[in-house]
């Protein structure tokens, strides 16, 4: 639905946030609604019923969120529209467990209303608050509708992400779930449909013929820090790879879709995936984990030695993969994959390396570098093209040269958070960036096999020094092949 028709039917919508105190509500969602108040994208009769066991009163959630949503914006709060959303807030205290706090949540939702219920909580608590909604009948409605918003991860593994579906399905239905890939929701991601099916100067070279290989590298510059308990249970395989990119990935290489609808579109990155997992025998990994370092001359404490971190972990902060898709177009072309915690830069971009052309020859003294394509997600959001071009002056020196277009660098260009995009889409009903079950379903067949071969053997942990590119074995994995790593950030593209 579109926005202007989603304001004109201006009926009463209400967003139920479970987990009103905590971090994501507060870092995202709330200057997420803020921002959308401020771009006039809120249906006019917008109510928040923010979800806590906190003893705390209305005014005084107010109060903290309006701190919150000035420290997470760009630019200064203003109050009145700050009073707009926060007369449309209110805090409503209960336990998820507890059968009174629902028949009351029920009442102050009304009868008549379009809900989405956001379950901004830890993964344990989605089987109780589904279950709970469903036994209070509150997925239940004769108008409007009754959408549930569920945060990653959905399941630590294949059977466990069942067990969730399968609960939530008894509850609502497939198209009512969107499960949030926050990736999807960020500008570049979704402007690789429109360099890739816009551009005739890229379209026709989307294949095995032109492109020599692909790579994903999504890093950061710092440790787990507080978050050792949470990464404990997931680790860079199943926190980075199994889900955002994966769909980066998807994304990237899938086929041109029948049309730019949400089902089309989802058609085409399951075929992706699926393709993938044709192909499960031949993936290569690494996998590392931090030892103690320094990062930008900051000193940073070793995986193990993090709060709420095993001493003897084996938990993954780095992985990098090697596969193929067992498509015609993509036959042969090798796709690698890095992520991890405390690397050298903090990125997440795609590069396309293209093969060379059949004239090399006319340059018999010089190595040419290869054209790359480079597409940068985040923090810098845009493209470098880089070529060969002959150095000026010089005799026939040829040397690489970048095209540079850098989405949000101009001052005042600011992209809209993806948490913004995603709740727009959400009361508009558009799950084009959300995840649909099959696609969970075969990332988490591909994250499981990785696992089970990982399992058979134990690591050599650490293996990589803070503020490197992680473990040796993963430049190798490029190098075995007369290839290497590229990334945009280090000023060598
Ligand atoms: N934080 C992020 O930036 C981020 C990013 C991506 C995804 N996520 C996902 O988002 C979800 C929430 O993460 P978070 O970082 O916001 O977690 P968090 O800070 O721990 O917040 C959890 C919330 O759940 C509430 N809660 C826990 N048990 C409860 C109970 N029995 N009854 C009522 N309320 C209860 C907590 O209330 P109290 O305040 O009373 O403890 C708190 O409001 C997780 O699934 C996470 O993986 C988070």
Redesign the pocket.
Known sequence: MKTEEMKKQNRRTVMVI????????H??LMPALYNLLKRDLLPEDFHVIA????EKTSESYRQEISQSIADNIYGELKPELFGALAEKTVYHR????EDAGYTKLKEIIGEDADVMYY?????Q?FEVIIGKLGEHGMQAHDSGFRRVVI???FGADLKTAEYLNEKINAVFPEKDIYR?D?YLGKEMLQNIIILRFANAIFEPIWNKNYIDNIQITSSEDIGVGSRGG?YEHSGALRDMLQNHLLQLLSLTVMEPPRSLSEDDIRIEKLKVLRSLNDRLDSIETVRGQYGAGEINGKTIAAYRDQEKVDAESDVETFVATKMYLNTGRWQGVPIYIRTGKALKEKTTEVVIELKETPYSHYFPDQTLKPNLLVIKIQPEEGMVVRFCAKSPGALNQVVPVGMDFCQNCQTGVNSPEAYERLLHDVMRGDATLFTRWEEVEASWIFADRIKAEWDKQKPDFPNYAPGSWGPKAADELLRKDGRRWWVSQTGEI
């Open positions: 479970f987990g009103a105190t905590g971090d994501l509500t870092k995202k979800v806590g066991r906190q209960q336990d998820f467990s379950l901004a909580v830890a993964p608590a945060e990653k991860p949030i926050h949470y």
